[in-house]
């Protein structure tokens, strides 16, 4: 399984650092992907990091203020996001992909395993 923490209540501006960490099976094969579901949205993917040589991709909204990292020997993924607006309050997760063809297009939409989702709310 796949285990999401870092959330709580961000002041603008603020800076969290959202962790997976995976249990029961070796993250490294697999490219890890952030969504988040904002209330009364749709869940959307924000970014994903590839599994072999570490390529991220993101959303628009998010290129510059967010990076996704991965530490191998820890089975972990981070999402480091800056420069937080109350827009971004949702619930985030993460999860673990191992389609070759939609990852190497930058997509981590059809997962092996997902996180449970942390909370990130932004007060203005």
């Known amino acids: 399984q796949l285990v999401d923490a870092g959330g709580g209540v961000v002041q603008a501006g603020g800076s969290p650092r959202l962790s997976c960490v995976a249990t029961?099976?070796?993250?490294?094969?697999?490219?890890v992907g952030w969504f988040r579901q904002a209330p009364g949205k749709e869940r959307e993917g924000i970014g994903c990091i590839t599994h072999d040589d570490g390529t991220t991709y993101y959303i628009d909204s998010v290129k510059g203020r967010f990076t996704i990292s991965r530490d191998v020997a820890n089975d972990a993924a981070y999402l480091q996001m800056n420069s937080l607006e109350p827009e971004d309050t949702a619930v985030y997760y993460c999860n673990a992909s191992n389609d070759a063809a939609r990852v190497a297009q930058g997509l981590c939409d059809q997962p092996d395993y997902w996180g449970q989702g942390t909370q990130v709310t932004v007060s203005s």
């Open positions: 029961g099976f070796a993250l490294d094969t697999y490219a």
